[in-house]
């Protein structure tokens, strides 16, 4: 089983400001099976990035990701108000599909 | 738009069975080259894959929940279903069906969410 941890835990971060979140797997992951959730309180996980940097339809450009190997990383580059939420990391690599513990961005 | 709805006890008691049915719209299940999936949220944690599931009725599992977890179609409904049997208080979550991103992909990322529904174990 691939175990994917997020950190940090808990972000806390003023409007406008750039969010720097990272997820590391136990074990390599293509990158083209590493994606990127966000939750807002009281609803589904909404899909941000597939292929570890592609846009999901919607999303605008202020989210972007990068990363490869184990390190992968999500940057929200001007925090808007809607923006402050959970956010998970998935990979489906193999024939278990993770998800990481959620880091949490929250207003300062 | 495609729309996915849950629906089933939002209480169980622990050893019992718990199940669940995920109502599609707007898409004809029998038709649609996607897999459909079961994913449940504990409180304050993590999602969990439990499973996916083709229009044919095949299936692939998470390894940690098979031995308890049943998922299947019903293409004359527009449904799928997931049970969970001897549930104790761990299975505990908000359970969502979801559909996978991409067609005849049964390990996928997940494009389209319901919006849940609370299960709780509890006597």
């Known amino acids: 089983e691939i175990v994917l941890t997020q950190s940090p835990d808990t972000l806390s971060l003023f409007p406008g400001e750039r969010a720097t979140l990272s997820c590391r797997a136990s074990?390599?992951?293509?990158?083209?099976?590493l994606v990127w959730y966000q939750q807002r309180p009281g609803q589904p996980p909404r899909l941000l990035l597939h292929?570890?940097?592609s846009r999901a339809a919607g999303i605008p450009d202020r989210f972007s990701g990068s990363g490869s190997g184990t390190d992968y990383t999500l940057t929200i580059s001007s925090l808007q108000p809607e923006d402050f939420a959970v956010y998970y990391c998935?990979?489906?690599?193999?024939?278990?599909?993770?998800f990481g513990g959620g880091t949490k961005v929250e207003i300062k | 738009q495609v729309k996915l709805q849950e629906s089933g006890p939002g209480r169980v008691k622990p050893s019992e069975t718990l199940s669940l049915t995920c109502t599609i719209s707007?898409?004809?299940?029998?038709?649609?080259?996607?897999?459909w999936a079961w994913i449940r949220q504990p409180p304050r944690r993590g999602p969990e894959w439990i499973g996916s599931?083709?229009?044919?009725?095949?299936?692939y599992y998470n390894p940690s929940l098979t031995s308890r977890v049943t998922m299947s179609v019903d293409t004359a409904k527009n449904q799928f279903s997931l049970k969970v049997a001897s549930v104790t208080a761990a299975d505990t979550a908000i359970y969502y069906c979801?559909?996978?991103?991409?067609?005849?992909?049964?390990?996928?990322?997940?494009?389209?969410w319901g919006q849940g529904r609370l299960v709780a174990v509890s006597a």
């Open positions: 292929g570890a940097s």
């Open positions: 599931i083709y229009r044919s009725g095949a299936t």
């Open positions: 979801v559909r996978l991103g991409e067609e005849y992909q049964p390990l996928f990322h997940f494009d389209l």
């Open positions: 998935q990979q489906y690599g193999t024939s278990l599909l993770t």
């Open positions: 074990e390599t992951v293509n990158s083209r099976f």
């Open positions: 707007n898409v004809s299940l029998g038709i649609s080259g996607h897999y």
